[in-house]
């Protein structure tokens, strides 16, 4: 019993000192569960102060936003839409969400583990990526301040957000049409220029013309309220292997009391 003792007592020091040293490393989980088959190019995630507003809905794309609703983006410079960010706030933090192959298909995940610099500051996060098939359709929080993950003074706020059909946007950069789309035979780097602004998806029925361009069946039916995507934040959990053997230990020293009661009985 003496050993069991000594072994819980190390576990559990070991655990808290864990916690502890991982308060600021975040994971930011993609969920794509939209269910009539969309996927998404990795997704980019922005963690900033409020200021990075990275597109109006009315106004024209910015060459970053374009990039991304376009073209799966490269994860590093050159692509455009890191720079914008760090143009307007240098002590922001950036990253991707990348899937199993890349991309995140229907039905998959992806997380991305960021270790949060300034918790305090950098307290918001922006997620753009391009929703295919499409020509120029992208998912993206027009307001800045829409996700909170941490309190003011750099608490983490653990939580599940749900992208919907109102997070869906055309870029106004490239003609909805078959040539040029991210579609099966299309070469997606092709298109022509719409020179437009951004635009709601829901507005001028998008979605059912994703049906008829692309085929996706019931496409048309996604409204403002229809969940598409979940995006999971929460604490990097601690490293294996002593928090990960806690819980067994546990276990067995409750069997073994169990075991010990029921002997006395
Ligand atoms: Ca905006
Ligand atoms: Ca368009
Ligand atoms: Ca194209």
Redesign the pocket.
Known sequence: MQKFKKLLGASTIAFVAAGAAHATSIDITFNNSNGFGFLVTPVYTGLHAGTFDAFDEGSAASAGVEQVAELPVPLFPPNLIAPERLAVEPDSQGGFIVGPGGPILDGESGTLTLDVAQPTVNRYATFLSMFVPS???FFGNDNPLAYELFDAAGNLIEQTIEITGSSIW???????QLFGAAAPGEDITLGDV?G?VITSLLDNDGFADLEDLFGITGAGTITADTVLFTIDVSATPAPVPLPAGLPLLLGALGAFGLVKRRKAA
């Not at 055309?170 to 909805?176: H, K, L, P, Q, S």
Request: aromatic share 0%; net charge negative.
């Open positions: 020509n120029d359709t055309d870029a106004g950069t490239e003609v909805n719409e437009g």
